[in-house]
């Protein structure tokens, strides 16, 4: 069914945003949010699934990402431009009512996303990422030094680092690297790039061929909105909402072996039930070996534990 997802651009605050979609208008729409180095093709297996089950899926590429337009001046795009063309795409698409599925920086999307538009949200399913609050890179979760996120932070350092391989290269390293379950931790002498050896193969759950649609459409895009947001603006999280709280039902998804739970805090914030302070309906389910790739590594899996979550709350869905 991969060639039934349909295609389009939809303007929204000056841009033409592309969305993938797929399933009838008249049934429960369900947006999935991608991460980095991700586009609205991370969702294909989840897309054909949902829309198989009787639900509608939209997937768009954010804002300087795959097909996407970038904004004017990527160096000054937020999570806030984000969330708000989140919301412009529903109302464009006459959407009133929505589960959000995000991934990676999509979580960190979707959260916000609930909070400010508490009307459109059905529910939330994340995966890799757990609800992050306000401080949350700056207090609570102090980055090692030399951890990647570090690295992209620093303006000009990223793009050095990655100026010295082409884009296909780049996108092949970062994938090897965020697939491994410990920190990307680079030495004082050494950039990010230099953690991967030119030998290392590519994730076997992850083809040469679906590979090459991320290099070409990373091609396209460059990487100058994709460090801005999430990396640049990391300070900013937590920030949109005081004194949030998610009341929507929740489900996260994490892989046992995602690197993210070695980041000093996330775990303990994950497995002690902290996490319910700002999302108390969240239930967490973790996938055996899995890692930060879950829905392309165990696409069965994720498909079944997202489709148990949106039969269970679709009647929160007016049709």
Not at 16 to 22: D, G, K, R, S, T
Not at 120 to 132: E, N, R, S
Not at 222 to 233: D, I, K
Request: glycine share 6%; no cysteine.
């Amino acid at each position: 069914m991969m060639d039934q997802i349909t295609h389009k651009f939809i303007q929204v605050n000056g841009l033409n945003l592309h969305v993938a979609e797929i399933g009838s208008e008249s049934s429960p729409a369900v947006i999935f949010l991608h991460g980095f180095p991700e586009i609205w093709y991370t969702w294909r297996h989840q897309m054909v699934a949902v829309a198989n089950a009787g639900f509608r899926a939209i997937a768009p590429d954010f804002r300087g990402y795959g097909l996407s337009d970038p904004p004017a001046e990527p160096e000054k795009a937020t999570f806030t431009d984000m969330i708000n063309d989140t919301a412009a795409i529903l109302d464009s698409l006459d959407i009133s009512k929505v589960f959000v599925i995000g991934k990676d920086f999509g979580a960190i999307i979707a959260y916000p996303f609930a909070l400010k538009h508490a009307d459109k949200v059905a529910g939330i399913v994340t995966l890799g990422l757990p609800f992050m609050p306000p401080g949350a890179f700056t207090q609570q979760f102090v980055l090692p030094e030399g951890f990647y996120p570090r690295r992209f932070q620093e303006r000009g350092r990223a793009e050095a680092d990655f100026s010295r391989f082409d884009v296909k290269t780049v996108v092949r390293n970062i994938y090897i690297l965020f697939s491994q379950s410990e920190l990307q931790i680079a030495n004082e002498d050494e950039e990010i790039m230099d953690l991967v050896e030119p030998s290392t193969p590519l994730p076997p759950w992850l083809s040469e061929k679906d590979f090459e649609i991320y290099a070409s459409l990373y091609a396209k895009s460059g990487f100058r909105t994709a460090l801005q947001v999430p990396y640049r603006t990391m300070d900013t999280v937590g920030s949109e909402v005081k004194d949030p709280k998610v009341e929507v039902p929740t489900l996260m998804i994490m892989g046992e072996e995602d690197y993210v739970l070695k980041i000093p805090g996330m775990n303990e914030y994950i497995r002690s039930g902290e996490v319910k302070k700002y999302v108390p309906k969240q239930e967490t389910i973790y996938v055996p070996h899995g890692s930060h790739f879950l829905p392309e590594q165990f696409p069965d899996k994720v498909n079944q534990l997202i489709l148990e979550f949106l039969n269970q709350n679709k009647h929160l869905v007016a049709m």
